[in-house]
Structures are given as C-alpha cells and as structure tokens.
C-alpha cells in the first residue's frame, strides 16, 4: 500500500545542519514534497523535486532523493531558531492524490 | 492578497450537533481542498473540488461529512451529526490550476480551523 514514514522527532544545535528523512512506498510517484507548518498555521510548500532528480538545492535546502531505496531526505544548513516546525514528507502517486507521511518536528538547541 | 481565509478558528461543539466550517480560497484559484489532521491519522485529504465541481471525495469518512462550493469564492465543510472522533484540525488550501495535475503544483494552506467536539 501506500505509505510515507518519517521519523517523529529531531533535535539539532542552532547553526547545525538538520538532516529529515524520509521513505515512501509507491514507485510511482513522480513529484515528492516538503511541506513546514509552524504552531498554529497551516502548511506551507518548502520545495519539491520530480522523480526524475537525485539532487535540488535552494538556498539552504538541499533535497536529496534515492529512487532506488525510495529514500527522501531535506538538509537545512546553518539551522536557526526559524526553523522549528513540523517538517512533512510527501509523495503524489501518479499525480492524482497526495500522501502525507506523519511528519517530523525539528527543535532547535541553543 | 489575504491568502486562504477560514472560519471559525475555533470551534467547541456537543456530540449530536451540526458544524459547518467555512473556506474562502485565494481569488483566481481553480481547486480548492479540504484536509483533516489529527495525531492519530495525521494529515488526510477529505475532498477537492476543481471549478466548483467536486473530483475525488473518496477522503471523506462517511455520509456526516459533506462539502458544498456554491461559488469560486466559497466552500463549506459540514458535519451532522458530530462525533467526539471528529476533533481535529481542518485545513482549506487553494492552488492555481496550472493545466496539470492539481498536486504538481504549490498549494495554499489556510490557518485551520480547530474543532472540538465533546
């Protein structure tokens, strides 16, 4: 079936870089998302990268994907106080719906 | 632009009555959506609508949910009756509708409205 898994939680040190991972199941899948939802919002698109990219890079973000292990990774260098969120996995199995995984919350350490 | 705009924020209501939640998507968007989130079962999308026109409510849970988009400016989400399991965030987004595939392209969250039913 279709299923995203990350883990629950990840605890970094202000200017770290914080490393989210992330597995899917369906092959199929041509577009894999991030998504960050502060307290009290709703989510909000970081980046994406298509099933036919192993690597995307914008500013600090880096997406990492291994089609092989079906492994979804998101880097944030130099990670600040701002990036405390829940960070969401997800993948869109033939365009025509989106699964989210449980989502990761990113806490930041002084 | 406001962004997506949801109605109430909060909402506390006893099992057995009617919740209607309210969604007003971004001017100039085709496709409007309806998520649900709890711990248990995180995010799930509950329906979509394209123009209007319901696509997929295969999301929905049962018969006591149904979601209505009279105009492009306008969803409701309703529940009837309500059931303590029913608690949880919902979340309205909105996207363009860029000619491909609704999930290909950057949706808009609202805040979510957060309901609690005793």
């Known amino acids: 079936g279709e299923d995203v898994e990350q883990s629950l939680f990840l605890s970094v040190r202000e200017g770290d870089s914080s490393v989210i991972n992330c597995t899917y199941t369906d092959s199929s899948s041509t577009y894999l998302y991030w998504y960050k939802q502060e307290p009290g919002a709703g989510l909000q698109l970081l980046t994406y990268i298509f099933s036919n990219m192993d690597m995307k890079q914008d500013q600090r973000l880096t997406v990492l994907l291994n089609k092989k292990d079906k492994h979804l990774s998101l880097r944030i260098a130099d990670t600040q106080t701002g990036d405390s969120a829940i960070y969401f996995c997800a993948e869109s199995p033939g365009g025509s719906k989106i699964i989210f995984g449980s989502g990761t919350r990113l806490s930041i350490r002084p | 632009d406001a962004g997506v705009i949801q109605s109430p924020r909060h909402e506390v209501t006893e099992m057995g009555q009617e919740v209607t939640l309210r969604c007003k998507p971004i001017?100039?968007?085709?496709?409007l959506f309806w998520y649900r989130q709890t711990m248990m079962r995180g995010l799930e999308l509950l329906i979509y609508f394209n123009n209007n026109v319901p696509i997929d409510d295969s999301g929905m849970p049962e018969d006591r949910f149904s979601a209505k988009m009279p105009n492009a400016s306008f969803s409701t989400l309703k529940i009837q009756p309500s059931e303590p399991r029913d608690s949880a965030v919902y979340f309205c987004?909105?996207?363009?509708?860029?000619?491909?595939?609704?999930?290909?392209?950057?949706?808009?969250f609202g805040p979510g409205t957060r309901l609690l039913v005793l």
């Open positions: 987004a909105s996207s363009l509708g860029s000619g491909g595939s609704p999930f290909q392209e950057t949706q808009y």
């Open positions: 001017s100039g968007h085709d496709y």
